[in-house]
């Protein structure tokens, strides 16, 4: 059944506006829009994530939602976050059955190290069950859900600032090429609570091919779209506050050995991440 968790990656995971890392200082306190430790640390979110993939001969869908602990600490000029999922229910269907995971498939934490743009990099991975890779993905795609991209320095409101991120996959004979150019603009400012936010919109070009041969069969798969969204970042705390994604792909898919050709698909993605506040 991986194979269709790797498919349905074009809906459940793109959208989440992080990639993988690159070196970069942490400075958040000249007042640049970027990550540092935060005021709250650790931080809680709870999250939620479906996404619907339909096809002219079947049809996959993924719900999952959950909370994660996230410590961050500083760690050679960067940052080193820590997440601890404390409960997670998530269920996977395909054609080939129905896959439910919960917390109990998640031993261990997972270790990333972050830049002040929001750029990770797995460092530690915790062991997955098989249930948990088929819902909620891998190391990298649990680590990129936690962060988005900022632009690391001090900007004005309306500033806007461009990220191409890449993600490479590979299962049971599957490889997948996620590629998507992210323009994300400080659009204004937001009061919540007492809290004055920042209000940055989202909108992310994407491309996803998938191909390879697992269990026999030959798998050509081409999507391309674009997801649009909102975060919401506390300036004061140094702390994601909040996150919206909503994405649509549409492409075709091949299966030349059963003469199957152009198979109509479209994918439709929803995430949402929030903190928790005490």
């Known amino acids: 059944?991986?194979?269709?968790?790797?498919?349905?990656?074009?809906?459940?995971v793109p959208f989440v506006l992080a990639g993988c890392a690159s070196r970069g200082g942490v400075r958040a306190g000249n007042g640049a829009l970027a990550y540092a430790?935060?005021?709250?640390?650790?931080?809680?979110?709870?999250?939620?994530d479906t996404t619907r993939m339909e096809m002219d001969v079947a049809s996959v869908d993924l719900a999952a939602r959950g909370t994660v602990e996230l410590a961050f600490e500083s760690a050679a000029g960067r940052l080193r976050a820590t997440a601890r999922?404390?409960?997670?229910?998530?269920?996977?269907?395909?054609?080939?059955?129905?896959v439910a995971a919960d917390e109990s498939g998640i031993e261990?934490?997972?270790?990333?190290?972050?830049?002040?743009?929001?750029?990770?990099?797995?460092?530690?991975?915790?062991?997955?069950?098989a249930s948990m890779r088929e819902v909620l993905g891998g190391p990298s795609s649990m680590a990129r859900a936690l962060f988005v991209r900022l632009p690391g320095r001090v900007v004005q409101p309306g500033a806007t600032w461009v990220d191409t991120v890449r993600v490479a996959e590979e299962s049971e004979g599957l490889?997948?090429?996620?590629?998507?150019?992210?323009?994300?603009?400080?659009?204004?400012?937001?009061?919540?609570?007492?809290?004055?936010?920042?209000?940055i919109r989202t909108r992310s070009n994407v491309t996803l091919d998938v191909h390879g041969v697992t269990q026999g069969i030959e798998i050509r798969q081409r999507l391309t779209g674009e997801s649009n969204g909102t975060v919401l970042w506390d300036p004061e705390r140094r702390l994601l506050v909040a996150r919206e994604e909503d994405g649509v792909l549409s492409g075709t898919m091949?299966?030349?050995?059963?003469?199957?050709?152009g198979i109509a698909v479209r994918s439709r993605s929803r995430t949402r991440l929030a903190l928790r506040e005490e």
């Open 1 to 12: 059944m991986t194979k269709w968790r790797l498919l349905l990656v074009a809906g459940a």
């Open 37 to 48: 430790v935060p005021a709250v640390n650790p931080a809680v979110y709870t999250y939620s």
């Open 85 to 98: 999922w404390t409960d997670f229910e998530g269920v996977f269907v395909s054609p080939n059955g129905r």
């Open 108 to 129: 261990g934490p997972l270790v990333v190290g972050v830049d002040g743009r929001g750029r990770v990099e797995v460092v530690e991975a915790p062991q997955l069950s």
């Open 175 to 199: 490889s997948s090429l996620f590629e998507a150019v992210v323009t994300s603009t400080w659009a204004g400012d937001t009061a919540v609570a007492g809290r004055t936010l920042r209000v």
């Open 254 to 261: 091949e299966l030349p050995a059963m003469d199957f050709h």
